[in-house]
């Protein structure tokens, strides 16, 4: 019997941990029902701030400044917090007080990149990993060009790309279609077109939408005249 299609865009942002931790939850349901279900993954374009400067800004003035001052003395907790959920799912979480958020529109441009070029998994996986574990600074482009091409992109592709204009419109429709689906946090999960799950859920939650959205046929021990596709009747 062929597998029944389930399609799944995850929006999310680069500078979000727990859009990082929810993929990786997602990708572990999907790894322990691929039999079953054939799955069609996409990554959709979420800014959770999309004034930060080209520059960047520290952890602690963003912090700041969205939150006020009260938010730096519940850091250090948010922090074990986050690093206990990602140590769970095979996450390693460096967060500091000089670390750096970054403006990610070049980052959300490169991923559509990778969608075209059919390594768009990868290609987020990797910028997550680059960001979170090994505090690479998001909106360096020579930095996006060299994960890009480790990661399946032809260096021809991004030859010129962040100085051009691709890309650039079809993030700032991603960003409008969240906007106007009433998407404001991530990760959120539209499955079929139509479901949206919110937030890092655990892989059994997955597991259990799978089955709603989805459900497998169910033979029942009852035999009746048919035909087949040979024709014989």
């Not at 999907?30 to 079953?36: A, G």
């Not at 690093?83 to 559509?112: K, P, Y």
């Not at 997550?128 to 021809?156: C, R, W």
Request: glycine content about 10%.
């Amino acid at each position: 019997m062929e597998k029944q299609k389930i399609k799944i865009d995850i929006f999310s942002d680069i500078n979000c941990p727990w859009c990082y931790v929810g993929e990786r939850r997602l990708k572990k349901a999907i790894e322990s029902v691929d039999s079953t279900y054939d799955f069609d993954l996409n990554f959709k374009a979420y800014e959770l701030n999309a004034n930060i400067p080209q520059e960047g800004m520290t952890r602690l003035d963003y912090f700041k400044g969205n939150y006020g001052d009260q938010i730096l003395s519940q850091i250090d907790v948010m922090d074990k917090r986050m690093s206990e959920a990602g140590a769970g799912e095979g996450i390693e979480f460096n967060f500091s007080s000089d670390m750096t958020v970054n403006n990610t529109f070049n980052g959300h441009r490169l991923i559509w990149l990778a969608g075209e070029c059919g390594v768009q998994e990868a290609v987020a996986g990797a910028l997550f990993k680059s960001y979170f574990t090994e505090g690479n600074n998001m909106n360096d482009t020579a930095l996006l060009t060299q994960v890009g091409i480790a990661h399946g992109i032809p260096a021809e592709r991004l030859e010129g790309f962040f100085e051009g204009e691709e890309g650039i419109k079809e993030v700032r429709e991603m960003e409008a279609f969240a906007k106007s689906a009433g998407i404001t946090g991530v990760p959120a999960f539209v499955i079929n077109d139509q479901f949206l799950v919110s937030g890092a859920q655990p892989s059994e939650t997955f597991l259990n939408v799978f089955q709603q959205v989805a459900p497998a046929l169910q033979k029942l021990d009852i035999e009746g005249s048919s035909c087949g596709v040979d024709g014989c009747c």
